[in-house]
């Protein structure tokens, strides 16, 4: 029997970002039950614990952010992967987010709803808010537009004072044209900016909208009001992480350099719910496709519902949007597809008949021309954390809460679901249909709770796929969250 790794992780726990890191290697660790690990309870950038310089383990997985980290990591001398962007040690390899497409996505969510005028608030005491705001400032500049910048102290800094870096973002929010769009560097700079404009009277988000990073739900849904937030694909990031280490103490010499991980999305909340576009004909038309984009809908399609002809109304379109008419219906099917070959475990024939695509072979090429490689292979580079499961339900399937938890719900099979599970699916997945045997489906609220009272039409599909998340255990077999 050969001998179990012993793996040093130094991972805080008290972030989000960094509980999907976790997250990630714990999945890696399942699939791949050799290693002892070590997880000591430690805050952000924490002294590192006083056994580590004297411990004789295999591995380790840190987020080196301090030079005090760097020194015993150094010292110590095991092969370790880094999933920091801090890069004090340069000679091992680190794993990290994409900063860049964070800040495309970012960019794109604000410039796609019509904001003109566009802004970053940064926190220079990190790499990760350098290179967003970077990146951020370029695709402003590449669409024509100009980009404000507001350089906080640095949260880390003995200088930081809360109440003067809050006067500071005030006044600086005061001088920004509107409406404005902001992209915060991470989802905890977005929440203080929020807090700001409540205090200040400033109507978000009609006159500012915000969107963070790290999607850490129970952040963003304390916002007021509810923070957008790019996901980040953390889950990925510390399996790929664990991953690496594997292979470097199995003897494998392993590149010093960046692997970095796109993000996988927007979770759009009520910060960046709006459409910043004074031209009436086009905002209705950019309303009509994005509620209607999925249905399979085409540009004759959307000509009904404005007063122009096709030639006015793609000019018009490409000056406000940079895109056609067609191009934003493409670009809506293809996020929604990303989403669910990434969440699910649907076919693609199925993914094709919920985004549009009237065959699979329309949505490959559709996919390929926009993203340079297959669905396949999407799915496959981007999704090695999680094993999913599919459970069918018809359309006469009767669902109920399971006891008094309102966590689980019982399908009529005696199977049950958790709610986010079914509330995901209710969300995603609906289409109008007649009353009668679909009262017994809890209908979705625009957030996709279900609730348990049905109104007299019911917003379900005659098929729904309930998605829940689940580990991979290769010696039991998936075992549910």
Not at 333 to 351: F, G, N, Q
Not at 380 to 387: G, I, L, S, T, V
Request: net charge positive.
């Amino acid at each position: 029997m050969s001998r179990r790794k012993s793996v040093a992780l130094l991972v805080e726990m008290s972030n989000a970002y960094a509980r999907g890191l976790l997250d990630g290697v714990i999945s890696y660790v399942q699939q791949n039950p050799t290693w002892s690990v070590y997880l000591p309870e430690r805050e952000r950038g924490a002294t590192p614990p006083n056994w580590l310089k004297n411990w004789k383990g295999d591995g380790i997985i840190a987020r080196i952010e301090t030079p005090e980290i760097a020194s015993v990591v150094r010292k110590i001398r095991l092969p370790t992967v880094d999933v920091s962007a801090g890069r004090h040690i340069a000679d091992v390899p680190w794993v990290e987010t994409d900063d860049s497409a964070i800040a495309r996505l970012a960019a794109d969510h604000l410039i796609s709803r019509g904001f003109r005028h566009l802004a970053f608030c940064s926190d220079p005491g990190f790499n990760w808010s350098h290179w967003r705001e970077r990146e951020f400032r370029h695709i402003v500049s590449e669409a024509g537009f100009e980009c404000s910048v507001f350089q906080s102290t640095p949260r880390l800094s003995p200088q930081y004072s809360w109440n003067r870096d809050r006067q500071q973002m005030t006044r600086w929010l005061k001088t920004l044209p509107r409406p404005v769009g902001i992209m915060a560097c991470y989802d905890i700079k977005a929440q203080q900016l929020l807090s700001i404009c409540r205090d200040e009277g400033i109507s978000v988000p009609e006159q500012i909208a915000m969107i963070g990073v790290d999607n850490d739900r129970r952040l963003c849904e304390l916002c007021d009001p509810p923070l957008s937030s790019v996901v980040p694909n953390t889950a990925r990031t510390g399996y790929e992480a664990a991953a690496l280490l594997d292979r470097m103490m199995n003897g494998e010499t392993v590149d010093a350099t960046a692997y970095l991980i796109p993000p996988t999305g927007v979770e759009t909340r009520q910060s960046t719910d709006v459409l910043a576009i004074d031209d009436h004909s086009i905002s209705t038309a950019l309303t009509y496709i994005r509620e209607r984009a999925f249905d399979g809908i085409t540009v004759a399609e959307v000509l009904r519902h404005v007063p122009l002809s096709r030639r006015v109304l793609e000019s018009r379109f490409q000056q406000i949007l940079g895109r056609t008419p067609h191009q934003e219906i493409l670009r809506l099917r293809i996020d929604r597809v990303k989403h669910l070959l990434l969440e699910t475990e649907l076919p693609l024939s199925a993914i094709a008949r919920l985004t549009g695509f009237r065959h699979p072979e329309y949505l490959s090429v559709a996919f390929k021309r926009s993203e340079g490689q297959t669905p396949r292979e999407f799915r496959q580079r981007n999704k090695h954390a999680w094993e999913w499961s599919s459970t069918l339900i018809d359309h006469n399937t009767s669902i109920r809460k399971t006891g008094n938890s309102s966590l689980m719900w019982t399908l009529e099979s005696g199977e049950t679901c958790s709610h986010w599970s079914l509330a995901s699916a209710l969300k995603h997945e609906w289409t109008k249909r007649p009353t009668g045997a679909n009262r017994r489906l809890p209908q979705p609220t625009s957030n996709g709770i279900p609730r348990q009272q049905v109104k007299s039409e019911a917003l379900v599909r005659r098929s729904l796929f309930v998605v829940s998340r689940q580990w991979c255990r290769p010696e039991s077999g998936p075992a549910a969250l």
